[in-house]
């Protein structure tokens, strides 16, 4: 699971649901005495079944689903649903059914009134998560990535990525360069001055300038990442708040790597955000 790809209408959902399960422990009704399903006096939701199944543990179970959902890197179905969805209509039906309880009720309590609101709210950052785009921003914002080094350039502490093995790179030791009397006891530095025999070897062309650097970025929602071959089964899911690889660039598409080495391409990169 990843946290990091939960959304602001993620953590809306988190907040209402444990306001919820509190009020699940408040009064129902006001009234000095009670009657029907709201006895014996004083009465919470935890002291009847019908109200605390079909308002209080629905809408918690239901949240629940959604935040999961969510949190796990491929989608999960219950009897033919996706595990989101399954979990919206938790909590749908939370709603519904708390509105009724209170139209129902002669003098509504603390609890009832602060289900109806909970449960509202639940089912309404639910519904309105995928379609609103404030909701749809990530709840932890990503950490700000560092700039990939050049290929073969040394990274702090003396591995990285694209470096093999890290260590110093060392120079000629145990005497000088060739053609030069040696000194015993010294080593030439890399990069250091070369004599003039050394100097007078070609250079290396430089690279094309049109060739693809690699780049960090993070997707603003979660999009799945495709096979290289083409197949349309997606092999992963980026999420957002997470930052990955550039790492080659096919027309409009990117070729990404993820945390754990996989490649594939994303087809969709409008919006990213680039490190």
């Known amino acids: 699971m990843n946290i990091r790809s939960l959304t602001r209408g993620d953590g809306v959902v988190i907040g209402a ?3 919820l399960f509190i009020a699940s422990f ?8 009670c009657s029907g399903a709201f006895c014996p006096e004083s009465a919470n939701a935890w002291d009847g079944v019908s109200i605390l199944m079909t308002v209080y543990l629905a809408g918690v179970i239901g949240a629940a689903l959604v935040v999961v959902a969510r949190a796990l890197p491929q989608p999960r179905k219950v009897a033919g649903l996706d595990l989101g969805q399954f979990g919206i209509s938790f909590t749908v039906f ?3 059914a708390a509105f009724w309880w209170i139209i129902d009720a002669e003098d509504a309590g603390a609890g009832l009134i ?7 709210v639940i089912a309404g950052a639910a519904v309105a998560t995928p379609l609103v785009p404030a909701l749809k921003a990530g709840l932890i914002p990503a950490p700000s990535p560092q700039a990939p080094a050049p290929y073969g350039a040394q990274q702090p502490g003396g591995t990285g990525y694209g470096y093999p093995g890290g260590g110093q790179q060392q120079g000629w030791a145990g005497g000088g360069q060739p053609g030069q ?5 010294q080593q030439q530095p890399f990069g250091g001055q070369q004599p003039q025999a050394q100097q007078a070897q070609p250079q290396q062309p430089a690279p ?7 780049f960090w970025f993070a997707v603003p929602v979660a999009r799945p990442l495709f096979p290289e071959d083409g197949s349309p089964t997606p092999i992963a899911e980026l999420a957002p708040g997470t930052w990955y690889l550039a790492v080659d660039q096919r027309g409009p598409a990117l070729v990404a790597q ?10 969709d990169t409008t919006g990213i955000q680039r490190g």
């Open 208 to 214: 094309a300038g049109g060739e693809f650097a690699p």
């Open 94 to 96: 939370a709603a519904w």
């Open 114 to 120: 602060l289900g109806l609101i909970a449960a509202l």
């Open 258 to 267: 993820t945390q754990d080495g996989r490649r594939g391409v994303l087809q």
């Open 181 to 185: 009397p040696g000194q015993p006891g």
């Open 17 to 19: 649901a444990v306001l």
């Open 26 to 33: 408040l009064d129902l009704t006001s009234l000095p005495d």
